[in-house]
């Protein structure tokens, strides 16, 4: 009975199932005679969708956004990005464009992208599965977060989508609608080039492109970056941003500080990650100055005197009493003897007495011996750190240079970052120097 009513129920359920999916497919089949209807009805007019394609590419936003750039072997391809696609549809009219995820089983999706000139009747179709997989350099790490699946196979799907889009788009509309995208973004902007220039290098940070790897692909310092080379970053930026290609295709690689970076984290925790690396600079604790280092060295003590050596006594042997000289005879007192200069030695004077009999022989008294004077050590040298090497020199003066040009709290946080960045090439008190620049111009309210 039990199989009966399970076999009775499966049936119910393929019923429901075949019945949902003919009225789904019957509502497709309307909605594309309803298109094909109103597109026939309303016919487009290129003039009139041509203009609109321009006066849109006027706009500052959307031209920053249109253009990408990958390389091809040693060929840079510069396209128009999934931005500037759209736009091209939703102007020229008529057109049906998406991204559908068919099926999603066994750790990948099958996906379709197409773009339908309904008035035409020119289709683009491209089917393909994405693997649920990150790759990078490293390791490969699958998803299993449903948000990053989705973005994953939607970040994919409208590469394929911008193929589709721009294949059935003429190539004279495409073309010019670039090139008016190009003419605004080299005069449209009222905003002064420096600041623009500082925003892009702001930008680039967040993806880990810092200002010194800009500088080498431009050939120049930052400063002197002209509006078509502005141009041509934002490309690179667009690229970047939108996955289409990696910083590495375009920047050299910086010197690893050591740290290893997690590739499962995202761009924004791998910059929140940095700036707490900046901050651990920051908290160095500062040298003391100068005049505690004199005070923690040992006083000076003067050179003692020399010692002199001991003279013994002679020791005399008492002779017979009768062999005795008077000593009052031979040895006249040293009371009654007439003065002797200061310059005669001691022993002379003693040698033109009679001796007893006896080997002893007096030493010769040691000449004086003046002990040296004291001398007051000599100050510690104001600075006891060896000079700058030229590279160190260029490198602790551009960067001190950024810091008094930053005008705002981001602009000195960047500028702690190339601190850190370049932290090898410079001794420690001048990484801890610049930092406290950094600090007195937060502290002062001068960003």
């Known amino acids: 009975m039990t199989d009966a009513l399970t076999l009775a129920d499966q049936a119910d359920a393929a019923r429901q199932t075949t019945a949902m999916q003919a009225v789904a497919q019957s509502r497709a089949a309307q909605e594309v005679q309803a298109m094909m209807i109103i597109a026939k009805r309303f016919p487009r007019n290129e003039t009139s969708a041509f203009a609109k394609i321009v006066k849109s590419c006027q706009r500052i936003k959307l031209a920053e956004q249109s253009m990408y750039v990958y390389k091809r072997g040693a060929t840079l391809i510069n396209e128009p990005s999934i931005r500037l696609a759209e736009v091209l549809a939703q102007n020229w009219g ?31 179709t491209k089917i393909f599965t994405v693997k649920h997989l990150r790759v ?56 002064p080039l420096s600041d623009r220039l500082r925003k ?16 080498a692909r431009i050939g120049h310092t930052l400063g002197s970056t002209t509006e078509i080379e502005l141009v041509n970053l934002r490309k690179v930026y667009v690229s970047i941003k939108d996955n289409m290609a990696a910083v590495g295709d375009f920047f050299p690689q910086p010197v690893t500080t050591g740290q290893e970076v997690d590739p499962t984290q995202s761009k924004s925790q791998q910059v929140a990650e940095q700036m707490k690396q900046a901050a651990s600079v920051n908290r160095t604790p500062e040298p003391p100055p100068a005049t505690q280092h004199v005070a923690e060295l040992p006083a000076a003590k003067p050179d003692p005197a020399p010692q002199l050596p001991a003279v013994r006594a002679p020791q005399f042997q008492l002779a017979p009493t009768s062999e005795v000289a008077p000593p009052a005879e031979q040895v ?31 030493p ?6 003046q002990p040296p004077e004291p001398t007051a050590p000599s100050p510690p040298a104001a600075e006891e750190v060896p000079d700058m090497s030229p590279e160190e020199s260029d490198v602790f003066w551009r960067l001190s240079s950024m810091i008094g040009e930053s005008k705002n709290v981001p602009e000195l946080l960047m500028a702690r970052q190339q601190v850190l960045a370049n932290s090898k090439l410079l001794q420690p008190h001048r990484v801890v120097e610049l930092n406290k620049q950094i600090d007195q111009r937060i502290k002062g309210g001068k960003g």
């Open 136 to 191: 990078t350099k490293d390791a490969t790490y699958p998803l299993t977060d449903p948000r990053d699946i989705y973005e994953h196979t939607a970040n994919l799907g409208a590469r394929r989508l911008r193929a589709c889009i721009l294949g059935i788009i003429p190539g004279d509309i495409k073309d010019a609608a670039v090139a008016e995208c190009e003419k605004t973004l080299k005069g449209g902007s009222k905003e």
């Open 94 to 124: 008529n057109v049906d464009f998406g991204i559908i995820e068919v099926e999603q089983r066994h750790g990948e999706s099958t996906m379709l992208s197409y773009a339908w000139d309904v008035e035409t009747n020119t289709r683009q």
């Open 200 to 215: 892009m290098a702001a930008v680039f940070l967040e993806h880990g492109v810092t200002t010194e790897m800009i500088e």
């Open 364 to 369: 010769p008294a040691p000449e004086p011996v």
């Open 332 to 362: 006249p007192p040293m009371t009654s003897a007439p003065a002797q200069p200061t310059e005669q030695p001691v022993a002379e004077s003693f040698a033109k007495a009679p001796q007893p009999e006896h080997d002893f022989q007096l």
